[in-house]
């Protein structure tokens, strides 16, 4: 990983964020460095991993990510996550404010480009969670339903018919 | 280095106090999270006047139990459009409204089961 890191340039990490890495040239995407650790399940057990070079924070919810389609990206092969996974990270995940405001709208998206094997999947994954995190997960759900539109992002009161749809497939 | 740790700890705050609010699911203090989710199977909802909710009493329908827990109770009826008696009118209010309402018909996305 560091000497991958060492390859890197025309980035400096944040002052104010260690693990967000900003380009010199305004063309390009910032990167957002986060730790996976499979021995993790959920919120609490995620940590900050101390490094010199690239300290980050490790989410115990990625470890719902499983490997999906690859995109080409500019000639780099890009890995995305499955769908439903990544649906239970965006919803389980404790972000305040407006950032957790766009990870709703974020999830109301993945739900709109879901297929129903993609919808499949994110039932089984909520069947095998906690009750206190399946309580939380519809929580989101209806919060979800009920916000009010963000620019750019997906618009909540188009997404409400189907967000009532998972909400319904999902309650005992 | 410290903006991570205090990253960390609001974030782990943050999901203590949802997993507590999460093991009152059941009981009172779960009734916003059940009042969120009725509203959420809801597609539009009635302000109705008391007298309407009376006369929707004695036609036979029920108040939702989320509505009578609150404090004060609320009258909020879940009926299927197409079964609204005709003689009740209502007016359109927003969901975000709701808990101005002494009294509503919730319209729900599809017919109660």
């Known amino acids: 990983m560091r000497d991958a890191l060492a390859r890197v340039s025309g980035y400096t990490p944040s002052s104010a964020e260690p693990s967000v890495w900003l380009p010199d040239d305004p063309r390009r995407l910032e990167i957002n460095f986060i730790g996976r650790d499979p021995a993790l399940r959920e919120t609490a057990d995620s940590y900050v991993f101390d490094d010199s070079k690239l300290p980050l924070l490790v989410f115990g919810l990625l470890n719902f990510l499983r490997e999906g389609a690859v995109i080409d990206a500019g000639g780099v092969r890009v890995p995305l996550p499955r769908p439903a996974g990544l649906l239970i990270e965006k919803l389980l995940t404790e972000r305040s404010g407006l950032k957790g405001e766009r990870d709703l709208l974020v999830a109301l998206g993945l739900l709109m480009t879901c297929g129903e094997s993609d919808l499949a999947e994110f039932e089984e994954l909520f069947r095998k969670l906690p009750a206190d995190s399946r309580t939380m997960l519809l929580a989101n759900l209806a919060v979800l339903s009920l916000m009010q539109p963000l620019p750019d992002m997906p618009d909540p009161h188009r997404g409400r018919k189907l967000v009532e749809a998972v909400i319904a497939r999902l309650r005992p | ?113």
């Open chain 2, 1 to 113: 280095m410290s903006s991570l740790h205090e990253r960390l700890r609001e974030m782990k705050a943050r999901a203590a106090i949802r997993k507590w609010e999460a093991r009152q699911a059941e009981l009172a203090g779960g009734v916003w999270l059940r009042l969120q989710l009725l509203l959420a199977q809801t597609r539009r909802a009635l302000l109705i006047t008391p007298e309407e909710a009376n006369a929707l009493r004695r036609a036979g329908f029920e108040p939702n139990p989320v509505g009578m827990q609150l404090e004060p109770a609320k009258s909020l009826f879940v009926i299927a459009e197409e079964i609204v008696p005709p003689e009740i009118v209502g007016s359109e209010i927003a969901l975000r409204e709701i808990l101005r309402a002494p009294a509503a018909i919730l319209i729900p996305f599809s017919a109660p089961a």
